[in-house]
């Protein structure tokens, strides 16, 4: 089963789906997780509708939330010198944001994990690495919103990683 964002509807209407592992479904679903990272975009789109969800069976998954996507940003995880985990995100050969150290550590941590060494061995263990992929990131809609984005986004906060097979 490939948990890829899926792009359903039509060309006005696009809804983009991602499904979230166990792990990471507390974090998503209180908004804490405000991205994720893919192998690829499947089509995703800044400004397109977004419905998170459990990766379980597709008769049993359960929507988290919705929001809208605001960006889809190449991304690489790998480890630097002396094993340490390092994050590069943007555009190779362009502008790019190189994070290591504490940078990591909170990088992971507002992805759901326990900290850097642990998001490089999810990775590690699902696709290798260095691992290349997209980071998709979104803002929230509240609950029972019509289309406006909830007033509780805070724009500045990066937002969660995942993956393709159900992920983070």
Do not use: C
Request: aromatic share 6%; no cysteine.
């Amino acid at each position: 089963m490939s948990n890829s964002p899926t792009v359903v509807g039509e060309a006005t209407h696009h809804v983009v789906r991602y499904l979230f592992d166990a792990p990471f479904v507390s974090d998503v679903e209180a908004g804490r997780k405000r991205r994720t990272i893919r192998r690829s975009d499947k089509g995703a789109r800044p400004g397109m509708r977004i419905e998170l969800l459990t990766a379980d069976e597709p008769d049993r998954r359960r929507l988290l939330g919705t929001g809208v996507l605001v960006s889809v940003t190449p991304v690489r995880i790998e480890r630097g010198r002396a094993e340490q985990a390092q994050v590069v995100i943007g555009t190779p050969g362009g502008a790019q944001s190189r994070l290591a150290g504490a940078a990591v550590e909170l990088f992971a941590a507002e992805d759901g994990f326990a900290s850097a060494a642990d998001i490089v061995e999810w990775f590690e263990r699902r696709y290798g690495v260095p691992f290349t992929g997209l980071l998709h990131e979104w803002e929230p809609r509240a609950h029972g919103s019509s289309g406006a984005l909830g007033s509780s986004v805070l724009a500045a906060r990066p937002v969660a990683l995942g993956s393709d097979t159900g992920g983070p």
